[in-house]
């Protein structure tokens, strides 16, 4: 059974950093391209940043310079470190990996980032 479990978000105020996590489990987290999500209240659910199988990462123009996705297949662990946050990061964050030459897409439950004075 494949579980994807976020951690690490919290109440952090504007300008402060927090590092999400997630922990992998059921699956070979190396043939996965990763990505966190986010969803705010009333919108849609957006990608945030990802990181394929190889590496190569992607973000969303709106963090871009401020956060960073990074893996650690052995630990199957997937990470995004986020600075300089703002009011308008907050969100639950999810988890998503995807492995598309099998159709394979799995969530995490999401955690919430709240940046709040």
């Known amino acids: 059974q494949v579980q994807l479990v976020e951690s690490g978000g919290g109440l952090v105020q504007p300008g402060g950093s927090l590092r999400l996590s997630c922990a992998a489990s059921g699956l070979s987290l190396s043939f996965y391209a990763m990505a966190w999500y986010r969803q705010a209240p009333g919108m849609q659910r957006r990608l945030v940043a990802r990181?394929?199988?190889?590496?190569?990462?992607t973000y969303a123009d709106s963090v871009k310079g401020r956060f960073t996705i990074s893996r650690d297949n052995a630990k199957k662990t997937v990470y995004l470190q986020m600075s300089s946050l703002k009011p308008e990061d907050t969100a639950v964050y999810y988890c998503n990996a995807d492995r598309y030459a099998l159709a394979l897409e799995y969530w995490g439950q999401g955690t919430q980032v709240t940046v709040s004075s």
């Open positions: 990181i394929a199988s190889g590496g190569s990462t």
